[in-house]
């Protein structure tokens, strides 16, 4: 960690689906939106109330970002935890620049759903620049029914549910 960074959770929904950034061969980018919408209860009123959805792009490396790509979906429920940083650029003459949450962790929030959960073993899709092996964008990460079923130990593969709690 720096000195003097922002580190924030952030509880929302995915705007986008996740979009692969990069080439193929290049170390692992996910990029996509993030919204989140305060709600508060309004006693006089009796009812719920929405305030304005602020939103965050997401941008995730490495592993973080080739799992991201094969579990997370439009509209889902998510918890993003990580450094806000400041992208700047120019574009026609004109500088612009953005808030973006670069994730040190995703999940999906199990306050508002069920997930499973399947652990992939180290040294089956080294993902890091410059690592031997297949590419991480053309050898997803495996995680068939058949292959979860034969695993041979709880360390290598783990389900996990959780109860819809609300």
């Known amino acids: 960690m720096s000195i003097n960074e922002i580190k924030t959770t952030v509880f929302g929904f ?15 980018v ?26 965050l792009t997401v941008k ?15 509209g889902d429920p998510v918890m993003v935890s990580g450094s806000l940083v400041t992208e700047e650029w120019t574009s026609d003459g004109q500088p ?31 993902i890091d620049e410059g690592a031997d092996g297949p ?4 050898t997803p990460p495996s995680s068939s029914p058949s292959e979860t079923a034969s695993a041979s130990s709880a360390a290598e593969v783990a389900s996990v549910k959780a109860p819809n709690a609300g």
């Open 96 to 126: 612009h620049s953005s808030l973006v949450l670069v994730a040190d962790g995703i999940g999906h929030d199990l306050a508002r759903g069920q997930d499973t959960f399947t652990r992939i073993r180290s040294g089956d899709a080294p």
């Open 135 to 138: 590419d991480p964008w053309t």
């Open 14 to 28: 995915t705007g986008t689906q996740p979009t692969r950034l990069g080439q193929p061969g290049s170390t692992p």
């Open 60 to 74: 995730a490396f490495r592993t973080l970002a080739v799992n991201a790509l094969a579990c997370l979906h439009k």
């Open 30 to 55: 996910c990029s996509f939106r993030l919204g989140s919408t305060p709600a508060y209860y309004d006693a006089a009123a009796g009812v719920w109330k929405r305030k304005s959805t602020t939103w």
